[in-house]
């Protein structure tokens, strides 16, 4: 006798969707397509274009004059801009933090630039144009970041056209971004932690998943510091390596931070974000260089920068202090407000009242710290408007000067080490070893200056010790008394319709035995070593002929 079974079938469950549905893959990729690139929609998305297309003819109408002179050569205004474009290359190539790749220099005035740059370098090759349109997309994200905070905070369309381009106007933003320097991106990780760090103020100061700690003898309950955002601490250590004056915007913002939600996280955020300070000064130490940048050591601020600084960093204190003092004094708070909404416990508890919670909510920490921002910001931007005011004559200044001598050195030098008082475009152009008479770009330098003073004997020293073969003086830079014992082969008297600013701000008189008349700048060549005048004579004559008319050559 046979048995028969009857087959039972399970419920089937619907298959899964396949990840690489188009249906169903789409909104997750635009998901997470927008946290980092945010475009807003409608209304809105114009206001971003105008605002962008407003920045992009700015930065044309800067440009095309400079390329126009400069035979469509990209070029920028300071000589601080070839030295970090330099690390970024040897860095991406070689592996080496300089202006050469023989040896650690703590040349670059911004840590993260360089690093920015290297990979663009190392996949794309290394050309003057990657600076200027990593500056640009950084630019246009800043305006997309600073729309959104806006549209955030309830500004309608026409609003927001005016404040972006009053932002772009007070940060000079199209200036910043043909600069060639890190300008840029200290804007937008500065931005970025100020907005991420209004944000967390804002929120409530209880963690959602953190339990409520006992109750004390006094019989209130400890409420748990809050957790800042790991994205608080990023932008805080980015914008610190993008330039250390950013240090002084954290800790501002650190002593805000500590005062609403506890002074563990605060302390936290401070170390986190001077890790980079740290780190690379430890560096620089073991490879036998000072703990700070030469920058800093040789470069210091202007007075009026520096005084403009204290004056903003007292003013900023003193809204955080204001703001720390002005909780007990609120006024209960409204109704409609999100403090005042009961918790949805008991009814009892609902109705009860909570006298306490008025005088202990802080007022919204957004006018703080939008004010503190604007504050820290003047005395940057008056720096930047003074070193990128002559924009378009320093671009010339360095075509005609900086660009010839760099070229020179290319066709002549190119593997061997010169000394230079102008270590930019030279080091940029070629391979060779640099002796930077100004320091920034030499430790050796910085250390005989700071131990022993500049003379024309170490002068001499130090460029016999690094075998230089040639030295290019700009003048003036040079006193008689400051000038070593070279032989002086010639000099490039070059036109120039005014005054540059690396002349206006120079403090020594022009060395040459026949100064520069007024509207002329001078370039000397010197031969280190008495047997290689000849051979540099003989080079300097085969180049004579690429020289411009604006050149005025004199042999001695």
Same mark, same amino acid.
């Given at each position: ?32 397509? +927008? ?8 209304? %809105?998305? *114009? ?11 700015? $930065? ?12 469509? #050569? ?24 300089? $202006? ?13 630039? %360089?690093i920015a740059l290297a990979p663009i370098f190392f996949i794309l090759g290394a050309h003057l144009i990657i600076p200027l349109v990593v500056n640009l997309l950084a630019a246009a994200y800043f305006?997309?970041?600073? !729309?959104?905070?806006?549209? +955030? ?6 609003r927001q056209v005016l404040v972006l381009i009053a932002a772009m106007g007070l940060t000079l933003l199209p200036l910043l971004v043909v600069s060639g320097m890190e300008y840029t991106l200290q ?88 890790? /980079?300070?740290?780190?690379?000064? $430890? ?38 202090? +204001?703001?720390?003092?002005?909780? %007990? ?8 407000? %999100?403090?005042?909404?009961? !918790? ?12 306490? !919670? ?62 230079? #008082? ?30 022993? *003073?500049?003379?024309p004997r170490y002068a001499d020293s130090l460029s016999k010790k690094d075998g230089i073969r040639v030295a290019i003086i700009a003048d003036p830079w040079f006193r008689a008394d400051q000038l ?31 100064? /520069?008349?007024? *509207? ?18 003989? +080079? ?17």
């Open positions: 006798m046979s048995i028969s079974t009857r087959s039972t079938t399970s419920p089937q469950s619907q298959p899964a969707p396949d990840p690489a549905s188009p249906q169903e893959s789409a909104p997750a990729t635009r998901t997470k397509w +927008r946290i980092f690139l945010p475009l807003p929609t409608g209304k %809105p998305l *114009g206001v971003l274009l105008l605002a962008i297309l407003t920045l992009l003819a700015a $930065v044309a109408l800067l440009e095309l004059p400079v390329l126009h002179h400069t035979k469509g #050569n990209i070029l920028f205004p300071l000589d601080n801009a070839y030295v970090n474009i330099t690390v970024g290359r040897d860095l991406a190539f070689y592996q080496v933090w300089g $202006v050469s790749k023989y040896a650690f220099q703590s040349a670059a005035s911004s840590l993260l630039y %360089p305006l997309l970041l600073f !729309q959104r905070a806006l549209i +955030r905070y309830g500004f309608p369309p026409a804007l937008l990780f500065v931005f970025l932690f100020m907005d991420v760090l209004v944000q967390t103020l804002s929120a409530p100061n209880t963690p959602a998943a953190a339990p409520a700690r006992p109750a004390t003898a006094a019989g209130s309950a400890q409420t748990p510091a809050a957790k800042a955002p790991a994205t608080l601490y990023i932008f805080a250590t980015l914008a610190v390596a993008a330039r250390y004056e950013d240090l002084l915007v954290i800790a501002l913002g650190a002593v805000l931070f500590g005062l609403q939600k506890g002074w563990r996280p605060a302390a936290k955020l401070a170390a986190i974000a001077v890790a /980079p300070i740290i780190l690379f000064g $430890v560096i620089s130490v073991i490879k036998k260089s000072y703990f700070l940048p030469n920058t800093m050591l040789v470069g210091p601020y202007p007075t009026y920068a520096a005084i403009l600084a204290l004056i903003a960093t007292a003013a900023a204190a003193w809204l955080i202090i +204001r703001y720390s003092t002005i909780a %007990p004094k609120r006024q209960p708070i409204p109704p409609g407000h %999100p403090a005042a909404k009961p !918790q949805p416990t008991q009814a009892s508890q609902a109705s009860q009242p909570q006298p306490a !919670q008025a005088s202990r909510v802080m007022p919204p920490p957004t006018i703080p710290a939008l004010a503190i921002l604007v504050l820290l910001a003047v005395p940057f931007t008056a720096r930047n408007a003074a070193n990128l005011a002559h924009f378009e004559k320093d671009c010339d200044r360095i075509y005609d000067e900086q660009y010839l001598t760099a070229n020179f050195v290319h066709l002549y030098y190119f593997k061997q080490t010169v000394g230079t #008082n102008q270590p930019g475009a030279v080091s940029y152009f070629s391979e060779g070893r640099k002796l930077d008479y100004t320091g920034i770009a030499s430790n050796d330098v910085v250390r005989m200056t700071k131990e022993y *003073g500049w003379t070593p014992t070279w032989t002086k082969v010639a000099t490039w008297d070059i036109a120039e319709g005014a005054p540059s600013a690396t002349n206006q701000s120079a403090p020594n008189q022009p060395a040459a035995a026949i100064p /520069p008349t007024a *509207g002329e700048r001078a370039v000397n060549f010197y031969a280190v070593e008495a047997y290689d005048t000849t051979w540099l004579r003989k +080079r300097l004559h085969e180049y004579q002929h690429l020289l411009p008319s604006t050149v005025a050559v004199k042999y001695y």
